[in-house]
């Protein structure tokens, strides 16, 4: 009966599977986007017709996911996941407003809502502590690690005292739950962070890679797309920019490795691995951000030189 998808035969029951993914809402690669869609100093390259206050890739983004509760999942649904920024996914941000309903949507089928600041923060993203702040929403459950104890293995979790509740009624531990070590260094993290301004430093440094970043896009047709936001930062590489094509694998390693052997390490993410990952220290000064720039555009030009 579940292949039919027909709301006359849907049952209030978890799918085999268990998840389902839906299209990610990406401005620049995505079938939908425009050039004031980003919650970013810089906007895509692409064309945008939307009047002010509205924005058509987002309904259609919204549009495509009301038709995935409809025809893919049951009538009441556990939970949905998603990171304000995307990660590993190639720092995708998604239009302004999506976030903000699709909790509305998830919650009305019974569903909580999941926020994964494992990357996001802490700061990192400059304008607010925890990304989801800067989509104006509320989680009811938000996991977070990494920056949490700068390094030292943690992770943690925190949601609502109805959810919290509900752990005591079946058997549930974790074998390295409530390290005192750890905890001790995160504090000493989460004080370190507000006595020394790493949120501003993010917001300041970051915005101003950005825009450089930015300057660069403009300069090189194999750079499609600048985004993020403070020091959460991609940058995707394409064939050229009319056609948004993926840079081939081999000339992503080819620049990556180049800015390796100069002293600076960037990450590869997206679907891809088209998406340079730019997330520095947020301790990094504007000093730092300049070598950067030199490297990766020296990485730039010897590429195109051999391409």
Not at 95 to 119: F, H, S
Not at 283 to 299: N, P, Q
Request: glycine share 12%; hydrophobic share 35%; aromatic share 10%.
């Amino acid at each position: 009966m579940g292949l039919t998808s027909n709301a006359a035969y849907k049952y209030p029951i978890a799918s085999g599977l268990g998840c389902h993914t839906t299209m990610c809402p990406d401005v620049f690669q995505g079938p939908w986007g425009g050039s004031h869609c980003r919650d970013s100093p810089i906007q895509t390259i692409r064309d945008c017709s939307c009047s002010p206050g509205c924005c058509q890739a987002n309904d259609m983004y919204i549009g495509q996911l009301k038709e995935v509760f409809a025809t893919c999942v049951p009538s009441r649904i556990a939970a949905f996941f998603g990171e304000p920024i995307q990660g590993v996914g190639g720092a995708v941000q998604y239009p302004k407003n999506y976030l903000k309903e699709t909790y509305k949507l998830v919650r009305e089928r019974g569903g909580v809502c999941i926020a994964d600041e494992v990357q996001t923060g802490f700061g990192r993203t400059g304008s607010h502590f925890w990304g989801f702040q800067g989509h104006d929403v509320m989680p009811d459950i938000v996991t977070m690690a990494k920056g949490i104890a700068n390094g030292y293995p943690m992770g943690a979790l925190v949601t609502t005292p109805e959810i919290a509740a509900s752990f005591a009624k079946g058997v549930h531990f974790n074998t390295f739950g409530g390290n005192p070590v750890a905890c001790a260094i995160a504090s000493s993290v989460l004080d370190t962070i507000r006595e020394d301004g790493t949120q501003q430093n993010s917001a300041d440094v970051g915005t101003y890679l950005l825009k450089e970043l930015a300057k660069l896009r403009d300069k090189y047709e194999i750079i499609g797309d600048v985004r993020g936001k403070g020091l959460q930062i991609g940058v995707e590489m394409v064939r050229d920019k009319a056609s948004r094509q993926p840079l081939p694998a081999d000339a992503m390693r080819q620049i990556f490795e180049c800015t390796k052997d100069m002293g600076v390490l960037i990450g590869m993410g997206g679907v891809y691995g088209q998406t340079f990952r730019i997330k520095p220290p947020m301790c990094i000064t504007k000093e730092d951000a300049d070598f950067f720039l030199a490297v990766f555009r020296h990485a730039l030009e010897s590429y195109m030189e051999q391409r």
